[in-house]
Protein backbone atom coordinates (compact mmCIF):
# COMPACT_ATOMS: atom_id res chain seq x y z
CA UNK A 1 0.00 0.00 0.00
CA UNK A 2 3.43 2.58 0.45
CA UNK A 3 4.95 1.15 -2.46
CA UNK A 4 1.16 2.44 -4.38
CA UNK A 5 0.81 5.75 -2.34
CA UNK A 6 4.66 6.69 -3.23
CA UNK A 7 4.53 6.16 -6.90
CA UNK A 8 1.08 7.74 -7.38
CA UNK A 9 2.93 10.53 -5.04
CA UNK A 10 5.99 10.44 -7.47
CA UNK A 11 4.04 9.86 -10.70
CA UNK A 12 1.86 12.88 -9.66
CA UNK A 13 5.13 15.49 -8.99
CA UNK A 14 6.49 14.22 -12.79
CA UNK A 15 2.88 15.25 -14.15
CA UNK A 16 3.01 18.64 -12.14
CA UNK A 17 6.92 18.96 -13.21
CA UNK A 18 6.15 18.24 -16.90
CA UNK A 19 3.16 20.72 -17.07
CA UNK A 20 4.60 23.45 -15.44
CA UNK A 21 7.48 23.14 -17.93
CA UNK A 22 5.15 23.06 -20.47
CA UNK A 23 3.01 25.99 -19.31
CA UNK A 24 6.09 28.23 -19.91
CA UNK A 25 7.68 27.15 -23.65
CA UNK A 26 9.69 30.29 -24.80
CA UNK A 27 10.55 28.53 -28.34
CA UNK A 28 6.20 27.98 -28.76
CA UNK A 29 6.09 31.52 -26.94
CA UNK A 30 8.49 32.89 -30.31
CA UNK A 31 5.26 31.25 -32.91
CA UNK A 32 3.15 32.85 -30.79
CA UNK A 33 4.53 36.40 -30.90
CA UNK A 34 4.14 36.23 -34.70
CA UNK A 35 1.14 37.88 -33.75
CA UNK A 36 2.55 40.97 -32.15
CA UNK A 37 5.46 41.30 -34.36
CA UNK A 38 2.81 42.95 -36.79
CA UNK A 39 3.12 46.02 -34.73
CA UNK A 40 5.76 45.15 -31.94
CA UNK A 41 9.64 44.09 -32.18
CA UNK A 42 11.79 42.51 -29.78
CA UNK A 43 15.68 42.02 -29.61
CA UNK A 44 19.00 43.56 -30.16
CA UNK A 45 18.19 46.69 -32.68
CA UNK A 46 14.52 46.52 -31.75
CA UNK A 47 12.54 50.02 -32.95
CA UNK A 48 9.31 50.77 -31.60
CA UNK A 49 6.78 50.39 -34.57
CA UNK A 50 2.70 50.42 -34.70
CA UNK A 51 3.60 49.66 -31.01
CA UNK A 52 6.26 50.12 -28.37
CA UNK A 53 9.67 47.56 -28.48
CA UNK A 54 8.87 44.89 -25.82
CA UNK A 55 12.13 44.50 -24.65
CA UNK A 56 12.22 44.33 -21.23
CA UNK A 57 8.34 44.56 -20.79
CA UNK A 58 7.74 42.76 -17.64
CA UNK A 59 8.76 44.95 -14.63
CA UNK A 60 8.45 48.13 -16.75
CA UNK A 61 6.05 51.02 -15.82
CA UNK A 62 3.16 51.02 -18.56
CA UNK A 63 3.86 53.92 -21.33
CA UNK A 64 7.12 54.35 -20.55
CA UNK A 65 9.62 53.15 -23.38
CA UNK A 66 11.27 56.28 -25.26
CA UNK A 67 10.28 57.69 -28.00
CA UNK A 68 6.75 55.54 -28.65
CA UNK A 69 3.36 57.96 -28.44
CA UNK A 70 1.38 55.78 -26.04
CA UNK A 71 -2.47 56.44 -25.64
CA UNK A 72 -3.07 58.97 -22.36
CA UNK A 73 -5.27 55.65 -21.00
CA UNK A 74 -2.01 53.62 -21.26
CA UNK A 75 0.40 56.38 -20.05
CA UNK A 76 -1.89 56.83 -16.59
CA UNK A 77 -2.74 53.03 -16.49
CA UNK A 78 -0.49 53.18 -13.23
CA UNK A 79 0.43 49.77 -14.92
CA UNK A 80 3.84 48.11 -13.82
CA UNK A 81 4.15 44.98 -16.01
CA UNK A 82 4.64 41.62 -13.67
CA UNK A 83 3.46 38.76 -15.38
CA UNK A 84 -0.62 38.31 -13.74
CA UNK A 85 -1.39 41.55 -15.31
CA UNK A 86 0.44 41.04 -18.52
CA UNK A 87 -1.40 37.79 -19.23
CA UNK A 88 -4.82 39.79 -17.96
CA UNK A 89 -3.76 42.11 -20.13
CA UNK A 90 -2.76 39.87 -23.64
CA UNK A 91 -5.89 38.29 -22.92
CA UNK A 92 -8.10 41.55 -23.82
CA UNK A 93 -6.06 44.84 -24.05
CA UNK A 94 -9.42 46.84 -24.58
CA UNK A 95 -10.81 45.32 -21.00
CA UNK A 96 -7.96 45.95 -18.82
CA UNK A 97 -6.82 49.49 -20.21
CA UNK A 98 -10.49 50.83 -21.27
CA UNK A 99 -8.90 53.92 -23.78
CA UNK A 100 -5.95 51.83 -25.06
CA UNK A 101 -4.88 52.15 -28.59
CA UNK A 102 -4.07 48.74 -28.92
CA UNK A 103 -6.05 46.74 -31.27
CA UNK A 104 -5.21 43.34 -30.84
CA UNK A 105 -8.31 41.50 -29.39
CA UNK A 106 -6.21 39.22 -27.37
CA UNK A 107 -4.98 36.15 -26.98
CA UNK A 108 -7.62 33.31 -25.77
CA UNK A 109 -5.07 30.14 -24.80
CA UNK A 110 -3.59 29.85 -22.10
CA UNK A 111 -1.03 27.81 -23.47
CA UNK A 112 -0.37 30.60 -26.34
CA UNK A 113 -0.25 33.58 -22.93
CA UNK A 114 2.46 31.33 -21.19
CA UNK A 115 4.32 30.75 -23.92
CA UNK A 116 4.24 34.40 -25.51
CA UNK A 117 5.34 35.09 -21.75
CA UNK A 118 8.01 32.98 -21.71
CA UNK A 119 9.51 34.45 -24.67
CA UNK A 120 9.37 37.97 -23.91
CA UNK A 121 10.65 37.66 -20.25
CA UNK A 122 14.14 36.60 -22.44
CA UNK A 123 14.73 39.68 -23.65
CA UNK A 124 16.37 42.46 -20.94
CA UNK A 125 15.75 45.93 -21.62
CA UNK A 126 18.73 46.17 -24.04
CA UNK A 127 16.99 43.64 -25.92
CA UNK A 128 19.72 40.55 -25.27
CA UNK A 129 18.94 37.51 -24.30
CA UNK A 130 19.15 36.62 -20.71
Known sequence: MRLIATTLAATAAL???VAGAMAQDAAAGEKVFL???VCHQIGEGAKNAV???LNGVIGRKAGTYEGYNYSD???SSGITWDEATFKEYIRNPKAKVPGTKMIFPGLTSDADV???LAYLKQFGPDGKKS
Do not use: I
Open 73 to 75: ANK
Open 15 to 17: VAS
Open 114 to 116: DNV
Open 35 to 37: KCK
Open 51 to 53: GPV
